[in-house]
Nanobody, 117 residues
Framework: QVQLVESGGGLVPAGGSLRLSCVASGSKFDISTVGWYRQAPGGQRELVATQTAGDIRTYAPAVKGRFTISRDNDVNTVNLQMNDLKSEDTAVYYC???????????WGQGRQVSVFS
């Protein structure tokens, strides 16, 4: 079965930076679409960023220019570098993998990102 294990995140003041990583196992990682979602307390889970197998990146307008998604297919890892963090970035962040050939998707366990001002 596919498993996504996240690490990183934490607590940082506004304007600071954090990094998230997600290691996938049991998947054809290099031909999968990967990404990150987040969910604030009491809020909806929302898309943050995605990266296709062809390395096309997309970002939510709220994070564009501040966050960078990247992937390393040699170690089945997707990363999210978060710079210039704002209080509204506070959320639990979930790693995501989509197997396009089956339409099945998978989720990491979630990591807390907290930003204070």
């Amino acid at each position: 079965q596919v498993q996504l294990v996240e690490s990183g995140g934490g607590l940082v003041p506004a304007g600071g930076s954090l990094r998230l990583s997600c290691v996938a196992s049991g998947s054809k990682f290099d031909i999968s679409t990967v990404g990150w979602y987040r969910q604030a307390p009491g809020g909806q889970r929302e898309l943050v960023a995605t990266q296709t197998a062809g390395d096309i990146r997309t970002y939510a307008p709220a994070v564009k220019g501040r966050f960078t998604i990247s992937r390393d297919n040699d170690v089945n890892t997707v990363n999210l570098q978060m710079n210039d963090l704002k209080s509204e970035d506070t959320a639990v962040y979930y790693c995501y993998l989509l197997q396009r050939w089956s339409g099945e998707d998978f989720w990491g366990q979630g990591r807390q990102v907290s930003v204070f001002s």
